[in-house]
């Protein structure tokens, strides 16, 4: 049996509702990642889609045309060599679904910023995720100016122009701009070059006890499945380090809730592991980069409906602490980005209400006391954390939850 590729890494797909992120996800991976019913009906991605892209090279033609997704060169004919495989993160770019494009851009090693050309530079999400990378630490950009089909020359300029004066001073400044048609497929094989160049496979070391990020959870039987029949809860998620394996336990924090009389707290699960899924194939073991499905023991009311997402699953007692409060060090952004205005943002008050992610966790916390770049926050829903670990905050503003800026756990 050959052994099944995982992908080495994950790599965002961010940027202003409409330009193109999903058509490119598909250029590249054969993949229409928008399949919730809400997305196909709204024509926008609501939760984070996923979809994984051998990048290859001809042996025979010159750079970058020998890069191409195609297992035979589409220029000579010659079959090409794999390089790679990595995995495509596709984030929503609608204002109101930040919190999943946060949670998502905990998983990501490298991102693509994707700028439409037939639009002004910046529109308010496409400035609000750049500053979400920033504000998560993620270095590794390209930016795709997409739609060049669309523009005459002289404005697919003057759109580069307005691109080259946005990212100036921010973490994309020395981002390379690749002009492409995501619909017709032009220039695909020049960003391929420029994933493989550009956005390396992050080292890991193996003997790490296994720790994996909780995006999703579902129940995968299907209504009046006799008893026999039941299957486990899944959870899925990216391995962030170690190895996880099938017949091994694995633990989820925070876990679930438990009251006792006027206590409440909360109680970590294990289970063991009965399958692993990577890219549609079951494997035996699974490694950080991609997306992993994880079959359990779990009763499916426990995964149902994303009930786990936001949680950490790792080796028994080796996960961080469940925290319900911690003090974190800010650093706030000097606008609020995502409002045409761009109000100045004010320092964080005590009493005030935020919303935290804290790797694919969303919670609120209430600040219980603010002091310069200090503050000290009270959690709603608790989070597995630790220390070191990013925080992007968000406050609301207008009736939407905007980005202010990030804090580092103390």
Request: hydrophobic share 35%; glycine share 10%; aromatic share 4%.
């Amino acid at each position: 049996m050959a052994r099944i590729r995982q992908s080495e890494l994950n790599i965002g797909m961010v940027g202003h509702v409409d330009h193109g992120k999903t058509s490119l996800t598909k250029q590249l991976t054969g993949v229409w990642t928008d399949t919730h019913s809400e997305e196909l009906k709204r024509g926008i991605t609501i939760r984070l889609g996923y979809a994984d892209c051998e990048i290859r090279k001809c042996p025979k033609c010159p750079e970058p045309d020998a890069y191409t997704v195609n297992s035979k060169c589409p220029k000579c004919g010659t079959r090409t060599k794999i390089l790679r495989k990595v995995s495509f993160v596709d984030a929503p770019g609608h204002e109101t679904l930040m919190a999943t494009m946060l949670s998502g851009a905990s998983l990501m090693d490298g991102a693509i910023l994707v700028i439409a050309a037939n639009e002004e530079c910046p529109q308010p999400q496409t400035k609000e995720h750049l500053m979400a990378l920033d504000a998560l630490g993620i270095k590794n950009i390209i930016i795709v100016q997409n739609k060049i089909d669309l523009v005459s020359e002289e404005r697919a300029k003057e759109n580069y122009e307005q691109i080259k004066e946005f990212v100036k001073g921010t973490v994309a400044e020395n981002a390379p701009i690749i002009p492409v048609s995501a619909h017709h497929g032009a220039n695909i094989d020049v960003l391929l070059n420029a994933i493989q160049d550009l956005i390396p496979t992050p080292e890991r070391d193996p003997n790490l006890p296994a720790r994996m990020y909780v995006a999703r959870s579902f129940d995968i039987n299907k209504p009046g499945c006799e008893i026999k029949d039941l299957k486990g809860g899944v959870i899925g998620g990216s391995i962030i380090q170690g190895m996880l394996e099938v017949g091994r336990e694995i633990e989820i924090k925070p876990g679930l809730k438990v009251t006792e009389g006027n206590k409440t707290y909360w109680e970590p699960i294990i289970t063991k592991i009965t399958s692993l899924g990577v890219g549609g194939s079951k494997v035996k073991k699974a490694f950080p980069g991609g997306l992993v499905g994880v079959g359990t023991e779990l009763d499916p009311a426990l995964t149902k409906s994303d009930a786990l997402s936001g949680s950490v699953a790792g080796e028994p007692g080796t996960l961080p602490e469940t925290l319900d409060r911690f003090t974190m060090k800010v650093k706030l952004l000097e606008r609020v980005v995502g409002t045409k205005e761009e109000i100045k943002i004010e320092p964080l008050r005590s009493n005030e209400v935020l919303m935290l992610n804290i790797g694919t966790a969303t919670t609120v916390g209430i600040i219980l006391s603010a002091r310069e770049d200090i503050a000290d926050i009270k959690l709603k829903l608790p989070v597995c954390a630790d220390k070191g670990d990013r925080v992007a905050l968000s406050r609301r503003i207008s009736s939407r939850w905007r980005l202010i800026g990030y804090g580092i756990i103390q």
